[in-house]
T-cell receptor
Framework: AQKVTQAQTEISVVEKEDVTLDCVYE???????LFWYKQPPSGELVFLIR??????QNEISGRYSWNFQKSTSSFNFTITASQVVDSAVYFC??????????FGAGTTVTVRA | GAVVSQHPSRVICKSGTSVKIECRSL??????MFWYRQFPKQSLMLMAT?????????EQGVEKDKFLINHASLTLSTLTVTSAHPEDSSFYIC??????????FGPGTRLTVT
């Protein structure tokens, strides 16, 4: 069975602060995919990143960066210099070759001006 | 990029009626689509896998007679909530895979049953 844990329910920061969202996953499979999605108040899921289990390279995209560590089964997400527009619920998710996604509980990020 | 649409975006219906939600892949074909449900302030839970030309497969605990899924073409899957009740009020989201590991989500349908 697979499981995704996002231990942080809510995070509140002041604009320009950095914020790191934790994601820990459990799986016995060797091939899998990890995702991060953003869900603003409108409800639509915004794709942020996909990583396969064989690619442990960290990635940076603008103010976003991701740290994938198989040794600790973690795929953490950092927003640097946060902005009010970053306020949303962020989901970490896990899938396999069947494309079914298992989502974490989500972390609500509130960025205050 | 690939786009998935859903219709309607919002629907309010009376208890006991049925509601149909459409999910379309606009510029690619999808032999498989997925339906997720999200209750307020909760995560997304997979309900079922919609398979083009064959029966849908439902996740444990999801009533197949209540949530009818039809995947009549390579670009369209429909979810019908039959005899809806207030507890069915939720946000329903579909997705379609494209390529290894890639997944595209529709914008979601907010169902309110009064």
């Amino acid at each position: 069975a697979q499981k995704v844990t996002q231990a942080q329910t809510e995070i509140s920061v002041v604009e320009k602060e950095d914020v790191t969202l934790d994601c820990v996953y459990e799986t016995r499979d060797t091939t899998y995919y990890l995702f991060w999605y953003k869900q603003p108040p409108s409800g639509e899921l915004v794709f942020l990143i996909r990583r396969n289990s064989f690619d442990e390279q960290n990635e940076i995209s603008g103010r976003y960066s991701w740290n994938f560590q198989k040794s600790t089964s973690s795929f953490n997400f950092t927003i640097t210099a946060s902005q009010v527009v970053d306020s949303a619920v962020y989901f970490c998710a896990l899938s396999f070759n069947d494309y079914k996604l298992s989502f974490g509980a989500g972390t609500t990020v509130t960025v205050r001006a | 990029g690939a786009v998935v649409s859903q219709h309607p975006s919002r629907v309010i219906c009376k208890s006991g009626t049925s509601v149909k939600i459409e999910c379309r892949s606009l510029d690619f074909q999808a032999t498989t689509m997925f339906w997720y449900r999200q209750f307020p302030k909760q995560s997304l839970m997979l309900m079922a896998t919609s398979n083009e030309g064959s029966k849908a497969t439902y996740e444990q605990g999801v009533e197949k007679d209540k949530f009818l899924i039809n995947h009549a073409s390579l670009t369209l899957s429909t979810l019908t909530v039959t005899s809806a009740h207030p507890e069915d009020s939720s946000f329903y989201i579909c997705s379609a895979p494209l390529g290894l590991g890639e997944q595209y989500f529709g914008p979601g349908t907010r169902l309110t049953v009064t």
